[in-house]
């Protein structure tokens, strides 16, 4: 069964502090990766889409690396700040079908 | 502004009725989902559409129904069928159909009264 596991389920950091949320994936044929932020009671906004020939993606302070061959990505988030507080998802999709697999989420919150 | 709509953002059920969440996008794309959030779950899948007058079912597709009539429209009903229809619904759109970013839309909150 394809499933897509995140750890830590929360997290509480101080702000500043370089940060790791881990994204763990049981079929590592994967087609590519997208990770999501999500806000309360709002939809999620993709922040990094990692294609399966791609190792990493960057934008501004985020990172987003790919390990096929482990099943695993992780996304990095640098100087963290209060307002990176929120549900970072992933989810993956496989080659020939539409379906995402989403994880359950890592819930952030920066302290001021 | 390009993006997706989602109409209403609460709606209440009540038993035995059927209700009709809203998505319209117009960023062109020709693939929509309709995912359903539980709260400590992941999204699940409910239905999708690769292209006008085209919809497969998702994982969770019981008790709902959808219509894909026009490229920038998916509403997705939620039918008396559907026991346990409190959650929040997601709508989301992609280009180029498995290997683009998915954009959401701002979620329903569907309760039953």
């Known amino acids: 069964k394809q499933e897509v596991t995140q750890i830590p389920a929360a997290l509480s950091v101080p702000e500043g502090e370089n940060l790791v949320l881990n994204c763990s994936f049981t079929?590592?044929?994967?087609?590519?990766l997208q990770w999501f932020r999500q806000d309360p009671g709002k939809g999620l906004t993709s922040l990094l889409l990692i294609q399966s020939s791609q190792r990493e993606q960057t934008s501004g302070r985020l990172n987003a690396s790919l390990d096929k061959s482990s099943g695993r990505s992780t996304l990095y988030i640098a100087a963290s700040q209060p307002g990176d507080s929120a549900t970072y998802l992933c989810?993956?999709?496989?080659?020939?079908?539409?379906?995402?697999?989403f994880g359950t989420g890592t819930r952030l919150k920066v302290l001021a | 502004d390009g993006g997706i709509t989602q109409s209403p953002k609460y709606l209440f059920r009540k038993e035995g009725q059927n209700v009709t969440l809203s998505c319209e996008q117009n960023?062109?794309?020709?693939?929509m989902y309709w995912y359903r959030q539980d709260p400590g779950q992941g999204l699940r899948l409910i239905y999708y559409?690769?292209?006008?007058?085209?919809?497969q079912k998702g994982d969770i597709a019981e008790g709902y129904s959808v219509s894909r009539e026009k490229k920038e429209s998916f509403p997705l009903t939620v039918t008396s069928a559907q026991k346990n229809p409190t959650a929040f619904y997601l709508c989301?759109?992609?280009?180029?159909?498995?290997?683009?970013?998915?954009?959401f839309g701002s979620g329903t909150q569907l309760s039953v009264l």
């Open positions: 960023l062109n794309h020709d693939a």
């Open positions: 989810a993956v999709t496989y080659s020939g079908t539409y379906k995402y697999i």
């Open positions: 989301a759109s992609q280009y180029g159909g498995g290997s683009g970013k998915l954009f």
């Open positions: 079929d590592s044929a994967i087609y590519n």
């Open positions: 559409s690769q292209i006008v007058n085209d919809f």
